[in-house]
C-alpha cells in the first residue's frame, strides 16, 4: 500500500509540472482568464463547460461573458457534454428554420 501512495504521490506532483506548464503556454499565446471553453462559430455562440454537478461560474468568467454578451455573441453555460450538445443541435435547427421561412419569403 505504500508503495502504490507513493507511486500516486509521484505521478500527482508530475501532473501538477505539465498543467502549470501548459497554463503558461496558453497565456503566452493570449489566452484570456474566464473566457468560456469552447467556440461554435457559425452560431457566434462560446460555451462554458461545467460539470454536471457542482460546476461553478467564477466572477472572473461572469464578467467576460457580460462582455461578449454586449457584444452580440450568445453565451451558453452547459452542464456536461450532452448539455453542450443540446444547445448547439438547437441553435442550428433555429437557424436553418429562419432560413427556411426567409427562402420561401423571397419565392
Not at 454537478?53 to 461573458?65: D, E, F, L, N, Y
Not at 461578449?68 to 437557424?95: H, T
Request: aromatic fraction near 6%.
Amino acid at each position: 500500500m505504500e508503495y502504490l501512495r507513493q507511486k500516486c504521490l509521484r505521478a500527482s506532483k508530475k501532473q501538477s509540472v505539465a498543467a502549470a506548464k501548459a497554463t503558461a503556454k496558453r497565456k503566452r499565446m493570449g489566452q484570456v482568464n474566464g473566457m468560456p471553453d469552447l467556440f461554435v462559430p457559425s452560431l457566434n455562440l462560446y460555451i462554458e463547460m461545467k460539470r454536471i454537478k457542482g460546476g461553478v461560474v467564477s466572477a472572473v468568467q461572469k464578467k467576460c461573458h457580460e462582455g461578449l454578451r454586449s457584444q452580440g455573441a450568445k453565451v451558453y453555460l452547459a452542464k456536461g457534454f450532452l448539455d453542450a450538445l443540446r444547445e448547439i443541435e438547437r441553435l442550428e435547427k433555429k437557424r436553418n428554420d429562419n432560413n427556411w421561412r426567409e427562402l420561401q419569403r423571397i419565392s
